[in-house]
């Protein structure tokens, strides 16, 4: 999907570095050492993960993978290829099982995925023993939007989802929760009052100078409803 809408607003969230730092925080301790990232565009995050035994950054595009190739070539533990998690093959499948993968990282991918159960299905086949999926998706059908639409998501999450994946997954859910709820009722102001099919620039950079003072109320007190979810599957043994 190409809008230039969409690629100024990857542009400007690939800049929110607070933000980035925030999600970085969520999801760390359920991190290994043996790392597959779906989706990983233009390696935001692949730096974050730098230092591990295996870094293998994905992506369905080549143009991104011929990027972070380049990008990333100094790094010994870095490895990038094409992945399209609708559909692995079964040579890509052995391939990633040799490689011992421990942690398979989709942040705000699923969205993206007509039949998400499925792709999660195909990647913890995919997974070591006690592997984990770690899982960071918009929540919360009711703010589904245009500007959903135009960034290509099929549906938001709830807790419930990711419960109701449990069983046909065989996987344990280890933590299941909401955040970012001030950014909740921006998305609800911006996108299904006013409509915007786009990211405002001035409101989202003050909400990234403001995120680490979010980041530490959301530390001690949970918030029932965010504008994002974090979920972490566990491979059973």
Not at 117 to 124: C, D, E, F, P, T
Not at 160 to 171: E, H, I, Q, S, V
Request: charged share 25%; hydrophobic share 40%; aromatic share 12%.
């Amino acid at each position: 999907m190409k809008n230039s809408h969409v690629d100024k607003d990857l542009k400007l969230l690939a800049e929110a570095g607070h933000y980035q730092d925030w999600i970085y925080s969520l999801i760390s301790p359920f991190l290994g050492k043996r790392i597959l990232d779906i989706g990983s565009g233009i390696g935001t995050y692949i730096k974050k993960y730098l230092g591990r035994d295996l870094v293998l950054a994905t992506d369905f595009d080549p143009s991104y993978v011929s990027y972070l190739n380049n990008h990333f070539n100094k790094h010994s533990e870095v490895s990038s290829q094409i992945l399209d998690i609708c559909n692995i093959s079964e040579i890509q499948k052995n391939i990633l099982v040799k490689e011992r993968i421990d942690t398979i990282i989709l942040l705000n991918v699923l969205e993206h995925v007509n039949d998400d159960l499925g792709a999660l299905m195909r990647l913890s086949d995919c997974l070591n023993k006690s592997g984990r999926l770690v899982v960071v998706v918009p929540a919360l059908q009711i703010l589904y939007s245009d500007l959903d639409k135009v960034y290509g998501h099929w549906r938001r999450y709830s807790r419930k989802d990711f419960k109701r994946m449990r069983a046909p997954l065989g996987m344990t859910l280890l933590t299941c929760h909401y955040f970012n709820f001030f950014g909740f009722f921006g998305w609800y102001i911006n996108a299904k009052i006013f409509k915007m099919t786009h990211l405002p620039t001035r409101q989202t950079i003050y909400f990234d100078m403001l995120s680490p003072m979010f980041r530490k109320l959301e530390k001690y007190l949970k918030p029932p409803v965010g504008l994002s979810i974090i979920a972490v599957f566990q491979k059973n043994d």
